[in-house]
T-cell receptor, first 112, second 108 residues
């Protein structure tokens, strides 16, 4: 069965650089979620989209922005990167808001 | 917002032993999921179980929604079961809120 695809899987950036993470949801899933997991922490919700519209927002820094495109893939844009942004970033998708979420393999971002 | 507490925080088992992990939540839930995060960081869906009981091989889960808790049972544990087990809930059209997890180590 098709799963959530994330790219890249690993990313190394320097402070103050920008990064773009991509997420391709499971086909026919209309809701995409982004989570951030710091070292030794549980995943924290950042932002979600339903039918290409932002549906909910968590503790996402103003330096981060995201969108969902017409083909339902989503991108998380991160600017002015800080050391504290080093984390595992997960994308998840579901066929409806509130339904079971399926997680991608994650993008491991390291900021040096 | 909804609170999620998992216990125990850490667990060490001998291979072949059984274990029970607990997840308590502070409000009624629309969705409850159990995940296994393996040593490579991947979050693997184990169960979608807002209520009732489910079984999948050596794993089973029970959620008693009226009493606001869920249990994950692991039988005949194997070294590949090692990792962190997360419980995550949403209270209705809200994002998942994760517990702090139970870190399981299975020793051969």
């Amino acid at each position: 069965a098709a799963g959530v695809i994330q790219s890249p899987r690993h990313l190394i950036k320097e402070k103050r650089e920008t990064a773009t993470l991509k997420c391709y949801p499971i086909p026919r899933h209309d809701t995409v979620y982004w989570y951030q997991q710091g070292p030794g922490q549980d995943p924290q919700f950042l932002i979600s989209f339903y039918e290409k519209m932002q549906s909910d927002k968590g503790s996402i820094p103003d330096r981060f922005s995201a969108q969902q495109f017409s083909d339902y893939h989503s991108e998380l844009n991160m600017s002015s990167l800080e050391l504290g942004d080093s984390a595992l970033y997960f994308c998840a998708s579901s066929y409806a808001s509130g339904a079971e979420q399926y997680f991608g393999p994650g993008t491991r971002l390291t900021v040096t | 917002g909804i609170q999620v507490e998992q216990s125990p925080p850490d667990l060490i088992l001998q291979e072949g032993a059984n274990s029970t992990l607990r997840c308590n939540f502070s409000d009624s839930v629309n969705n409850l999921q159990w995940f296994h995060q393996n040593p490579w960081g991947q979050l693997i869906n184990l169960f979608y179980i807002p209520s009732g009981t489910k079984q999948n091989g050596r794993l089973s889960a029970t959620t008693v929604a009226t009493e606001r808790y869920s249990l994950l049972y692991i039988s005949s544990s194997q070294t590949t079961d090692s990792g962190v087990y997360f419980c995550a809930v949403d209270s209705g059209n809200t994002p998942l809120v994760f517990g702090k997890g139970t870190r399981l180590s299975v020793i051969a």
